[in-house]
């Protein structure tokens, strides 16, 4: 019989993982606290003598808890109507575990960057999980379909669509720092100016801009599409905002009164901002090595 005490120590040890991967997925350091406490919770309501492997019980729920908030937000971004998803988990005790250990597992997740989650915000709910989860923590195919509600031949398409993705976001951001300070000071000026139309120049036509749930709260989008929309936003504004060395590439944080209020990371190809990640939550833009730049 497991008692409370073993179950806390089991979980404790797996802990540092299961944040891994949770925030891996979620891009929020909360969000990844909150999924990782609920699987403590639901560990609690279970019956622990019937799980065979504790630490790939633990990575179904707080893959499928993982799953869940994405789409939950996803659904919130588009304002649909359907609601959210039914939270029902069926773990599957039968997950196996994988062959590295926690220490190389966690460097797999490192090797990610925090840069990485710009990308990783274009994905699909189920190309993030599958993506993550195989390519990152090296999670079989076969447990992954168990998460994502999908046959282990189609998690593998799932995968192989979010890795081409990947590759090709990081392909088209290899743009050098002073290229993209160009661009930076460009793309300021405009907006301080209210110049729609150069602000037009700057956009990528199908350019997507994204925030998080303290920019929304603060004012901002969960999401907006377009040129013309991102453009609307912007145009008038940034009076507050300078270029940025944020993780040693050129970005924009916005520091009203000195103080820093929010992180803008730009997705930018060629003369163009394709894509843009608006970071205000503290403990997120604290993981970040910043350096304000002088326009």
């Avoid at 008692?3 to 350091?29: P, Q």
């Avoid at 707080?62 to 649909?80: F, I, N, T």
Wanted: charged share 25%; hydrophobic share 45%; with cysteine.
């Amino acid at each position: 019989m497991r008692g409370k005490k073993f179950l806390l120590d089991e979980f404790e040890a797996h802990r540092a993982r299961l944040n891994a991967v949770a925030y891996r997925m979620l891009g929020s350091r909360a969000e990844a606290e909150d999924a990782v406490q609920e699987a403590w919770l639901r560990l609690n309501r279970s019956e622990p003598d019937s799980i065979a492997n504790l630490g790939g019980w633990l990575t179904t729920v707080v893959g499928r808890l993982c799953l869940d908030m994405l789409r939950a937000r996803k659904s919130r971004q588009e304002e649909s109507l359907d609601g959210m998803l039914d939270n029902t988990l069926r773990p599957d005790p039968s997950l196996t575990a994988t062959n590295a250990t926690p220490e190389e597992e966690l460097a797999m997740a490192d090797s990610v960057g925090l840069a990485m989650l710009t990308v990783l915000e274009t994905l699909t709910p189920g190309e993030r999980v599958a993506f993550v989860l195989h390519d990152v923590f090296a999670v079989p195919f076969d447990d992954i379909a168990g998460i994502v509600g999908r046959s282990p031949d189609a998690t593998r398409q799932l995968a192989s669509r979010a890795r081409r993705r990947v590759q090709g976001a990081q392909t088209a951001d290899r743009v050098d720092n002073a290229r993209r300070r160009e661009v930076v000071d460009a793309f300021l000026a405009a907006a301080r100016g209210g110049d729609f139309d150069a602000l037009m120049t700057m956009l990528d036509p199908d350019v997507v801009l994204r925030g998080d749930s303290v920019a929304v709260k603060l004012g901002g989008h969960a999401e907006l599409r377009g040129a013309p929309a991102v453009a609307a936003f912007f145009k008038g504004s940034a009076q507050a905002a300078r270029p940025a060395l944020v993780d040693n590439v050129m970005d924009v944080a916005v520091v009203p009164g000195g103080q820093l209020l929010l992180l803008l990371r730009l997705d930018i190809a060629g003369d163009r901002i394709t894509g843009m990640n608006v970071i205000a939550e503290p403990e997120d833009m604290a993981a970040f090595d910043l350096s304000i730049v002088e326009d």
